[in-house]
T-cell receptor, first 118, second 111 residues
Framework: GAVVSQHPSRVICKSGTSVKIECRSL??????MFWYRQFPKQSLMLMAT?????????EQGVEKDKFLINHASLTLSTLTVTSAHPEDSSFYICSARDYGTSGTDTQYFGPGTRLTVL | AQSVAQPEDQVNVAEGNPLTVKCTYS??????LFWYVQYPNRGLQFLLK??????LVKGSYGFEAEFNKSQTSFHLKKPSALVSDSALYFC?????????FGQGTELSVKP
């Protein structure tokens, strides 16, 4: 299957700082990427849909000014957690939609980023 | 709205025995269904999907799933479980361009 990378895999930061997480599709172009948040032993919560060349679409209850998303190229989307606070500590996972040939259309996920805000 | 449900939080199986992880769906129209597996502190790995065609879908690592329209189910199965199959399994349904996930089922395979 297609490969999606995420960087960094783990980050620890002080409260009030901003953290940028990168999501890359390595062997396919992704016009659409997604950002999820996952709490321990829970399902994935979709935060936003990232569209190349346009503004992201945020899910209800997600602060767009706090979670800035940029999708400047067909292989890279970034999530910036601005002025992070301890309650933002979580596991953030991105995915990229691979339309592929023959209409395969599958989402492939990155390995996740563990954010800890002190 | 599209949704999936995984009725079991945890499934315990002995190594070598068959395993089933259950998923039921509620959709309007034709369902596009997926199974993903997540190992600790990792992202999700795609296992298989049902779009159309044969009701029995074969996927990665020896897993398969059976689409049952009358029971609105898409259970994940494997004939012989391995200890390394122990992980968190998610069923998902496509809703527009998004995936809607079930709550997840933790599979534990004991030697």
């Amino acid at each position: 299957g297609a490969v999606v990378s995420q960087h960094p895999s783990r980050v620890i930061c002080k409260s009030g700082t901003s953290v940028k997480i990168e999501c890359r599709s390595l062997d396919f172009q992704a016009t659409t990427m997604f950002w999820y948040r996952q709490f321990p032993k829970q399902s994935l919560m979709l935060m936003a849909t990232s569209n190349e060349g346009s503004k992201a679409t945020y899910e209800q209850g997600v602060e767009k000014d706090k979670f800035l998303i940029n999708h400047a190229s067909l292989t890279l989307s970034t999530l910036t957690v601005t002025s992070a606070h301890p309650e933002d500590s979580s596991f953030y996972i991105c995915s990229a939609r691979d339309y592929g040939t023959s209409g395969t259309d599958t989402q492939y996920f990155g390995p996740g980023t563990r954010l800890t805000v002190l | 709205a599209q949704s999936v449900a995984q009725p079991e939080d945890q499934v315990n199986v002995a190594e070598g025995n068959p395993l089933t992880v259950k998923c039921t769906y509620s959709v309007s129209g034709n369902p596009y269904l997926f199974w993903y597996v997540q190992y600790p502190n990792r992202g999700l790995q795609f296992l298989l999907k049902y779009i159309t065609g044969d009701n029995l879908v074969k996927g990665s690592y020896g897993f398969e799933a059976e689409f049952n329209k009358s029971q609105t189910s898409f259970h994940l199965k494997k004939p012989s479980a391995l200890v390394s199959d122990s992980a968190l399994y998610f069923c998902a349904v496509r809703d527009g361009g998004k995936l809607i996930f079930g709550q997840g089922t933790e599979l534990s395979v004991k030697p």
